[in-house]
């Protein structure tokens, strides 16, 4: 599926999306009619009603037409949950409904579970607050031709689509591998406001808690981008982490490269959006790491969005934080997933089928992120830079 962008104007924002938004979830639409995706979006940011949306979806792509930092006005609730702090998709063709909406549910299913890696809710969250329906935020019968045909059928599909594309077995989890001593232990903060406490080290884990107060733990056990709580309630992603003290971990290159949420940076780029891929002069050249999406195209908003969103290519210096060594990989680059590889960054078995093909680096792991991996765009997946060429 390609996905594009027909930006409303910044001069429309006080009419379509005049509120700044950190998307806290996704609200399904259907349209109600048979327009495509672009003639929707075009439509949308072409006329003067306080109705927007951040995506149309037909059945041959995906059209962004709000910068996803920034509210829109489709979910019916006013100032609410709906409107504030979530992406809204609409999936077009509802009104005749057949093969062309169809191919246009499993796009949208497949744009969701894209915005879901982006922004690390687990497929436990589908039919959630987090992600559901316009009906849930305020009771219309929308998106109305999915609940008519079953919207359990349409999560399905999305929990597939996130399935291939984070490459997590699927339905049964794997049992625990057997741990690896590291014999050392060190202090991280939490950056996120909910990171989930599972009884594994990745995703396929079942859930057994969440910490909510961005506070300091102890990891006692490291295993890729995963740390064993010293206190025996299980791992939590070290994505999710910084690191507070220098002790030596087991993994090569400890070196902290990355960039912190509390970092102030000097930079010569920015975006409007995390998934923007068009950057512009900043007015301002210097800010705060207020939040970091891993994955994103552009992963760190500085000063909560008053300044925008920058990737590591923006940041020309950094409070302690050197200049990323050179990894011999860089954004853009095409690049083939080797045969003998075996192992996604995050644990998982890479399926055969993957193997072999040619995929566009969409980030290079530096510090807590995947130091050594680097993120696949078409399968939005962490593999290791020794096992691609
Ligand atoms: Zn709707």
Redesign the pocket.
């Known amino acids: 599926m390609e996905i594009i962008q027909m930006l409303c104007p910044s001069s429309k924002y006080s009419i379509k999306c005049p509120f700044g938004m950190t998307p806290q979830g996704i609200?399904?639409?259907?349209?109600?009619n048979d327009a495509s995706a672009k003639n929707e979006v075009s439509y949308m940011i072409t006329n003067n009603n306080q109705v927007s949306?951040h995506y149309a979806v037909d059945d041959v792509r995906a059209v962004q037409g709000i910068p996803l930092d920034r509210n829109a006005w489709?979910?019916?609730d006013g100032r609410g949950f709906g409107n504030m702090q979530t992406i809204?998709i609409?999936i077009c063709y509802s009104k005749s409904g057949g093969d062309r909406f169809h191919a246009a549910e499993i796009n949208g299913a497949e744009l969701i579970a894209r915005l879901m890696l982006q922004f690390g809710w687990g497929p436990e969250l589908i039919g959630t607050k987090t992600i559901n329906?316009?009906?849930s935020r305020s009771g219309?019968y929308?998106?109305?031709r999915t609940l008519d045909e079953g919207i359990e059928n349409f999560y399905n599909i999305v929990r597939q689509k996130y399935a291939e594309l984070s490459g997590q077995p699927q339905p049964t989890p794997q049992p625990a591998p057997a741990p690896t001593p590291s014999g050392d232990s060190y202090l991280v903060r939490i950056t996120t406001g909910a990171l989930n406490i599972r009884t594994g080290p990745g995703t396929n884990y079942d859930i057994t808690g969440c910490i909510r107060d961005r506070g300091v733990y102890t990891i006692v056990e490291t295993q890729g981008n995963w740390g064993r709580l010293k206190s025996g309630a299980g791992w939590i992603c070290l994505d999710y982490t910084s690191r507070l003290d220098g002790g030596s971990t087991p993994e090569p290159a400890p070196q902290p490269q990355g960039h912190y949420v509390g970092e102030n940076v000097t930079i010569n780029g920015v975006y409007t959006s995390s998934m923007s891929t068009k950057r512009l002069n900043p007015a301002v050249k210097s800010g705060t790491i207020t939040k970091i999406v891993n994955g994103a195209n552009n992963p760190y908003l500085l000063n909560n969005g008053n300044i925008g969103w920058v990737n590591d290519d923006c940041i020309v210096g950094g409070g302690s934080t050197p200049a990323p060594a050179p990894s011999g990989f860089s954004k853009g680059q095409r690049v083939t997933l080797k045969t003998s590889a075996d192992r996604y960054c995050t644990g998982q078995k890479i399926p055969s089928s993957i193997k072999g093909k040619t995929y566009t680096i969409m980030q290079v792991g530096s510090g807590n992120t995947h130091p050594d991996g680097v993120l696949l765009q078409e399968i939005m997946s962490w593999v290791y830079k020794s096992d691609v060429q």
């Open positions: 609200t399904i639409h259907n349209t109600a949306y489709h979910a019916g809204g609409e329906t316009h009906q219309k929308c998106p109305h």
